[in-house]
Every structure is written in structure tokens, then in C-alpha cells.
């Protein structure tokens, strides 16, 4: 007898699963016996000139290995998409077990250049786009035996800041926040929400100007997704993990770390005397970051 997958008999939705790293996940969860909706809008890497023949493909690929796919080729970023990936997977399997959310695009800019267009677009296929989903799915997850799992895809550039990527890196900060709220709202139903932040050779990342520190393959990241999706893991919410080839990392939560305090109110000339002794500042890593890419730049020269 063949082994049996970690996601037997389970229905999982993959948004943006027509190319890069969401391909992978599709693949990986069909590879473990789910059935999988595969929905990508098939657009260029700024959102623009959408196509259903990359879901198709998708489609087509799972199910020559012998594995059970349908395509929703939806723009991910309405809400009606969102309802008909997961009414998809109801009406056609009888409930909804995952749901990941992967489809991403970039419009880069500085801040004080960028347009409200470049704007819009990045925010509403990450943060809205994730929303969707995950208010379509949940809806049914909760009510169903066994909940359900949400996955959300983020950047360290959520977390760490970018510098000509203000829509990103905010709308990725987003999905962290609404993962996070996700988590402790569905908790007593039985859902789990949580986060990865990837990095993978795709066409996105062959974006990045001046390239990433560390790289692997969008086939690095699917193990860990279906891991989140699996039952091993229905204790596992609300965390964040970055995962690059061969390394899956934990990032923490925001804590507060240390405080001033004092009886009633502070006046601005007390807070600009004591605050930089007794409270100073937490270094931006992101600071670090660049000094060491720009370190790495000068040396390749
Ligand atoms: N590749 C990396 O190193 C990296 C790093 C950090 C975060 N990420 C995140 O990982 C995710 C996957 O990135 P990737 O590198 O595989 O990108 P990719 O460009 O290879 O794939 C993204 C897919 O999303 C689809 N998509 C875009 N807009 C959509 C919409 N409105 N509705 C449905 N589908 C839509 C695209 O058609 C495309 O097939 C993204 O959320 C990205 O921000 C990637």
C-alpha cells in the first residue's frame, strides 16, 4: 500500500498557485492527497494583463500525477473571489480543510513618488486579497468538524521596513496583524492562522534590487505549508516563520521591551531629557541589513 499523505482527504485552497512559490504549494498539497483549488488571476509581476491559462496549467500538472485539482482564475483582491474559491471547494468536496494565501504583486517606488495606483494595487492583492480568503473560509471552517487551518504569506519586509517599497512592505505588515487577529479570533473554533515569510528564486525575488542575502527554491518553502496545514500542527497559531532552502526560522513577537514611568504626565523638556538615557531606541535591523548588503556590493566590485 502507498503511504498515506499528511493532507488525506483534506480540501485546501492555494491563491496565487499558478506560478513561483504558490505552485509549489499546490503541487506539495496534492502530493499529500488534498484535493486543492487552484486559483491564480495570471498577471505580470505588477498586477497587470491577467490570464487564466497559468491556473489551468497548474491544474493540468496535479492532475497528470494522478492528484484532484479545480481552477478558480479570479482576481484574489475582491471579495467575491474569495467567496467563490471557497463555495469552489464546498460545493465540489464538501468542505474547506486549508486555505493559503500566496497571490502577490510588486509596484516599486519611493515613497514620495509613488502614485496612488501603485499604492492601491500592491495593498489590495496582499492585505485585501488575504482577507478575502481568509472571511470566506473561516466562515465555513468554523462551523465544520475539525476547523481548519489559514496560512498567510508575509516578508521580512513586513516586519523590518523596505526602502522603495512603502505599498509592500505596509501591506505585508498588514497580513501579519490580520493573521495575528485571525489567531485569537478563531481560536475557540478550532482554526488556526499563521505566517510565513519566504525567501525563493522566483520571478518576484529576481525583482529585488541588489538581490537577497540568503536564497533557496519555492519547492523550500512547500514542506512547511503543508506541515501548518497538517494535523501534526493544530496546536501551532499565530507565529510567523521565514523559510529559505534549507533554514525555517521563528520570529518573535512584538513585546514591549523596556518603559519609563512616572506619576501622571510627562512634559515634553522631561521626556527629552530622560527618554535617550533611560529609554533610547531599538536599531532599525533594516539599517543593519543594508550596511551589509552595500559591504557585500562593494567587495563583489
Ligand atoms: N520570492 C520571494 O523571495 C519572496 C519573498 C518574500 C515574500 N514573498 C511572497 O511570497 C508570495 C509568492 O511570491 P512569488 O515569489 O512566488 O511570486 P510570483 O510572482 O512568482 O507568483 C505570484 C502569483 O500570484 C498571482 N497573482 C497576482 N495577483 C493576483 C490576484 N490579484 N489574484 C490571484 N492571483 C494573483 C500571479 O499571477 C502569480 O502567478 C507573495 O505573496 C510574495 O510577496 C516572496
Not at 513561483?20 to 483549488?37: Q, T
Not at 478550532?190 to 525575488?205: E, Q
Not at 532599525?284 to 552595500?294: K, T
Request: aromatic share 6%; hydrophobic share 45%; glycine share 12%.
Amino acid at each position: 500500500m502507498p503511504p498515506v499523505g499528511l493532507l488525506e482527504d483534506k480540501v485546501i485552497a492555494v491563491t496565487g498557485a499558478g506560478r513561483g512559490i504558490g505552485r509549489a504549494v499546490a503541487l506539495a498539497c496534492a502530493a499529500e492527497g488534498a484535493a486543492v483549488i487552484v486559483n491564480d488571476y495570471g498577471v505580470g509581476i505588477d498586477g497587470s494583463e491577467p490570464s487564466s491559462e497559468v491556473a489551468d496549467a497548474v491544474v493540468t500538472e496535479i492532475e497528470a500525477a494522478g492528484g484532484t485539482a479545480i481552477a478558480v482564475a479570479d482576481d484574489i483582491a475582491t471579495l467575491d473571489a474569495g467567496e467563490r474559491i471557497v463555495s469552489t471547494a464546498v460545493d465540489k468536496f464538501g468542505r474547506i480543510d486549508g486555505a493559503v494565501c500566496v497571490a502577490g504583486i510588486l509596484r516599486e517606488r519611493m515613497l514620495f513618488n509613488m502614485s496612488e495606483q501603485e499604492w492601491d494595487g500592491v495593498i489590495d492583492t496582499h492585505l485585501k486579497g488575504t482577507f478575502s480568503v481568509f472571511r470566506a473560509a473561516s466562515a465555513v471552517m468554523r462551523k465544520q468538524e475539525g476547523g481548519g487551518s489559514l496560512v498567510a504569506f508575509t516578508s521580512g519586509v513586513g516586519m523590518w521596513g523596505s526602502v522603495a517599497q512603502a505599498n509592500y512592505a505596509a501591506a505585508k505588515g498588514g497580513v501579519v496583524a490580520l493573521m495575528r487577529s485571525a489567531a485569537v479570533g478563531l481560536q475557540r473554533y478550532g482554526v488556526t492562522a499563521n505566517a510565513i515569510a519566504p525567501v525563493a528564486n522566483t520571478r518576484m525575488s529576481a525583482n529585488v534590487p541588489g538581490g537577497t542575502a540568503e536564497t533557496g527554491e519555492a519547492e523550500d518553502v512547500a514542506p512547511m505549508v503543508v506541515y501548518l496545514l497538517s494535523d501534526a500542527a493544530r496546536d501551532v497559531t499565530g507565529q510567523t516563520y521565514t523559510v529559505v532552502g534549507g533554514k525555517v526560522a521563528l520570529w518573535s513577537q512584538p513585546r514591549e521591551i523596556r518603559s519609563i514611568v512616572k506619576e501622571g504626565r510627562w512634559t515634553p523638556q522631561e521626556l527629552a531629557e530622560k527618554l535617550p538615557s533611560a529609554l533610547g531606541v531599538d536599531r532599525m535591523p533594516m539599517f543593519e541589513y543594508i550596511e551589509m548588503m552595500q559591504k557585500k556590493a562593494a567587495k563583489a566590485e
